[in-house]
């Protein structure tokens, strides 16, 4: 999976001619503000067609709304553990 991420991240961001400015990035300041809005936009504002069209960053802040207590029962550690 990070082999196709850093593919897609290669393809879209790098070596996209749309983003990157006329000539190329001056410094590495240049790419590393390419690199934060690409990141941005692939969490915030890229809908994804697998989990409804949505951005990643919305759907999983809905899923953690969702998300009870219940789904998460208090595991007690057992009387002992970690003492020899």
């Known amino acids: 999976m990070a082999e196709a991420l850093n593919s897609l991240f290669?393809?879209?961001?790098?070596?996209?001619?749309s983003m990157r400015?006329?000539?190329?990035?001056?410094?590495?300041?240049?790419?590393?503000?390419?690199?934060?809005?690409?990141?941005?936009?692939?969490?915030?504002r890229r809908l994804h067609g697998e989990i409804g069209l949505v951005p990643p960053a919305e759907f999983e802040a809905h899923h953690w709304a969702t998300i009870t207590p219940e789904h998460y029962p208090e595991t007690p550690v057992p009387t002992g553990a970690g003492s020899n």
Do not use: L, M, Q, S
């Open 10 to 17: 290669k393809a879209e961001c790098i070596r996209n001619p």
């Open 21 to 44: 400015p006329k000539g190329g990035w001056k410094n590495v300041t240049d790419v590393e503000i390419a690199v934060a809005e690409y990141v941005d936009w692939f969490n915030h």
